[in-house]
T-cell receptor
Framework: GAVVSQHPSWVICKSGTSVKIECRSL??????MFWYRQFPKQSLMLMAT?????????EQGVEKDKFLINHASLTLSTLTVTSAHPEDSSFYIC???????????FGPGTRLTVL | QKEVEQDPGPLSVPEGAIVSLNCTYS??????FMWYRQYSRKGPELLMY????GNKEDGRFTAQVDKSSKYISLFIRDSQPSDSATYLC?????????FGAGTRLTVKP
C-alpha cells in the first residue's frame, strides 16, 4: 500500500516553455501533498505544501507564480513550472500524506532538464 | 542551529559491516521518527517508522530513538552492496515534518 506515482519520470523542454508534473496517490487519499526539488548530491528542499481544495503554502524563496500547484482532488496534485529556464533543471519529487497520518510517501521523482 | 542535524558522509564500509547512521534534533515537539532510503535518481523510500523511545527491528535494520537525548539512529547489520544509497532521517510533530540532509552510504563488496 501507500503508492505514489509521478508523471512524467523525465522531461526535456526548451527555455521559456511550461512543464506540468503530475503526482498521484494510487491507493490512499492524500489530504496533503508536498513538492520538493533536489539538486545532485543534495538533500530534499521543500518547495510547497498543498492541502486538497486549498491554495498551496510556499516556502520562503519559492516563487508561487513560477511554480503553480494545484491539488484539486484527494489523489492528484500537479506542479507546473512556468516559463522554465535552465536553472530550473532539477529533480522534482512529490510526497503524499493521508488524513491524520504522520508519514509521507514519496513518488519516484521527475527529472526536468531545460535546454 | 538546524532543527535536524545529520552527518552527510560519505560513509564507506566493507560488505558485512555494521553501519550506524545518526541524527540529532532540537525540537522536542517531534514525536514520530522515520528513516528513508534513496537510491540515485529515485524518490525516497520509507524504511522505518517509530514513535517511541527504544528500538524497533525489521530484518537487518534497527531504528533506535532516544527522546531524552534527542538522538535517533539506524543500524544496518550484515551490510550489502545493495544497501548503498543515501539515508535520510525525518521527524514530525504538530503537523510539521523535517528532514536531515541525508548520509551517503557505500558498501563495498
Amino acid at each position: 500500500g501507500a503508492v505514489v506515482s509521478q508523471h512524467p519520470s523525465w522531461v526535456i523542454c526548451k527555455s521559456g516553455t511550461s512543464v506540468k508534473i503530475e503526482c498521484r496517490s494510487l491507493d490512499f487519499q492524500a489530504t496533503t501533498m508536498f513538492w520538493y526539488r533536489q539538486f545532485p548530491k543534495q538533500s530534499l528542499m521543500l518547495m510547497a505544501t498543498s492541502n486538497e481544495g486549498s491554495k498551496a503554502t510556499y516556502e520562503q524563496g519559492v516563487e508561487k507564480d513560477k511554480f503553480l500547484i494545484n491539488h484539486a482532488s484527494l489523489t492528484l496534485s500537479t506542479l507546473t513550472v512556468t516559463s522554465a529556464h535552465p536553472e530550473d533543471s532539477s529533480f522534482y519529487i512529490c510526497s503524499a500524506r493521508g488524513n491524520g497520518a504522520d508519514t509521507q510517501y514519496f513518488g519516484p521523482g521527475t527529472r526536468l532538464t531545460v535546454l | 542551529q538546524k532543527e535536524v542535524e545529520q552527518d552527510p558522509g560519505p560513509l564507506s564500509v566493507p560488505e558485512g559491516a555494521i553501519v550506524s547512521l545518526n541524527c540529532t534534533y532540537s525540537n522536542s515537539a517531534f514525536q514520530y521518527f522515520m528513516w528513508y532510503r534513496q537510491y540515485s535518481r529515485k524518490g525516497p523510500e520509507l524504511l522505518m517508522y517509530t514513535y517511541s523511545s527504544g528500538n524497533k527491528e525489521d530484518g537487518r535494520f534497527t531504528a533506535q530513538v532516544d527522546k531524552s537525548s534527542k538522538y535517533i539512529s539506524l543500524f544496518i547489520r550484515d551490510s550489502q552492496p545493495s544497501d548503498s544509497a543515501t539515508y535520510l532521517c525525518a521527524m514530525s510533530g504538530d503537523n510539521d515534518m523535517r528532514f536531515g540532509a541525508g548520509t551517503r552510504l557505500t558498501v563495498k563488496p
